[in-house]
C-alpha cells in the first residue's frame, strides 16, 4: 500500500475504491468558476460518515491531500485537490432535526435543504447566501455571506455545534466549549482544516413576508451613505447594493432593502432620510420562502441560455469603510463583469464578525465587494483574469481581505 507513483488503482479505501477515471478526474478539476483545473489521483464517494475519518488516515498515510468537496461552485479550485484526494461530500444530505431553536444537517445538504425543513416549522437560518444550491459544508468553510449578515454576522456565526474529521483523520464533535480549537479552525477553513461532516446552526423565527425595496442612484457617494445609514440603523432585515453598468457606458446604484413581516401587520415602508431618487425607486411584497430564492428562476433561465456554465473569474474582497469608495470606482473602471454579470456591494459592522478563519479588515464597518463576472469569450476570460489580480493588489493595498477568488 505505499508508493502509489500518481494511481490510487487497486487501493481499497474505507467507503470503496477511489474512482480514478477520466470522468471522475475531469469532473473533480472543475468548478463553477472554469478558470482554474487541477486533477486529483482520485475521487473518493463515501456513503457513510464513518468511512471519512479513516479515508482520511489512509490517504494521509500516502501522503495525499484531502479536499472535501459538495456542490463544485467554488470559483478559484477551492475544492480541487492537485496529485491528492476529493472527498465528494453531496452523498451526505439528511437534514436530521430541526427544533424552534436549531437545525441539525449534513455537510453536504444545500442551504434550499434546510430551508424546506424549517419553514413548516415558522423558523430559518438567520444568515441565508443569495443562492441556496450552496451546501452547508461549502459555506461555512468559507464564512457564508449574505443581506442579513449586517444583523447576524456570517453563517459561520450562527454554527452552534460541527461534527468535523481532523487533518490527522479524528472524528471531533466541537463547538465554542468542546474542543474550540477544532471548531474555530474548521469554521472559514477552505476545507483545509477538516471536513465538516454535520452542522447544528441556530434558527430564528421566520416571518411569513418581505417586502423589497429596490433604492435607485446616480452617485456612487450618496450610495454607500445610505447603506452606512441602512446597516447602522438596522432598519431593514436583509441589506445588499450592487451596481451595474448601464450600456451606455455608466454604471448606476441599487440598494436592494427588504423588511419581513407577517400580515396582517402592515408592510414596514423604513424609506425616511434616505438620499436615492425616489421617483425611481420601486417594490414588491413576496412571500419569505420565495424572497429566499429569489434566484431560482434566473438560474434557471441561465442554464436553459448557457452563460450558467460560461467561465466565472469571480473576486469577492472584504474592504474597509475608509477605502470601499476608491476601490469600487477603481474596480468600475476595468473590464465590464459581462452581460450576466453584477457588482455587489454591501456594508458589514466588523462586531457581528466573529468567526477567527474568517479574514476581516481592521475597521469597524467592513464592505464585501463581490465582482461577479462571466465572460462569453477567451480575451474576456483573460482581462478579467489580469484584472482581477490588479484589483486584488490594489484591495489588499486598502486595507482590505480576499473573501474569495
Ligand atoms: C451562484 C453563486 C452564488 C453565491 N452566493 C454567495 C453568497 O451569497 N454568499 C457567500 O458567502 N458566498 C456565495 N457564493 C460562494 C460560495 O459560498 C462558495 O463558493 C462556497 O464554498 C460554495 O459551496 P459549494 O457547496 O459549492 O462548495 P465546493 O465548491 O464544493 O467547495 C467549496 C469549499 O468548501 C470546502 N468544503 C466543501 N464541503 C466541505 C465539508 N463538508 N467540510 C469542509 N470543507 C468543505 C471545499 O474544500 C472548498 O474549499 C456563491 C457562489 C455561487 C456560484
Redesign the pocket.
Known sequence: MTGFGGTLRGVDFPGGVPLTDDAALDWAAD??GHVVRRRPVGVLRPTSADDVPAAVRLARAHGLTV?????????GG??QAPGGLVLD?TGFRTVHRVTSEHVVVD??ARWSDVLAATLPLGVTPPVL???LG??V???L??????GASHRFGAQTDTVLELDAVTPDGVRVTCSPTRHPDVFDA?RA???RR????RATVRLVPAHTHARCFRLRYDRVGDFLRDQRLLAAERRFDHLEGRARPDGAGRWSFRIDATAYFTPPAPPPEPLAGLRDRREAADADTATYRRFANR?ADD?AALRVLGPWRWP?PWLTVLLPDATVEEVLTASLAGPAVGGNGVVLVYPVPRAVLRTPGLRVPDSPLVFLLALLRTADSAPALRAMVEDNDVLRRLCLAAGGTTY?L
Open positions: 468548478d463553477f479536499v472535501p468537496r459538495a456542490e463544485g461552485h467554488s470559483t477551492q475544492a461530500m455537510a453536504g447566501t443569495d443562492y450552496l451546501s459544508g461549502g459555506t468553510s468559507v464564512g457564508g455571506l449574505g474548521v477553513g477552505g476545507g477538516g471536513v465538516i461532516l434566484m438560474v466565472h474569495l
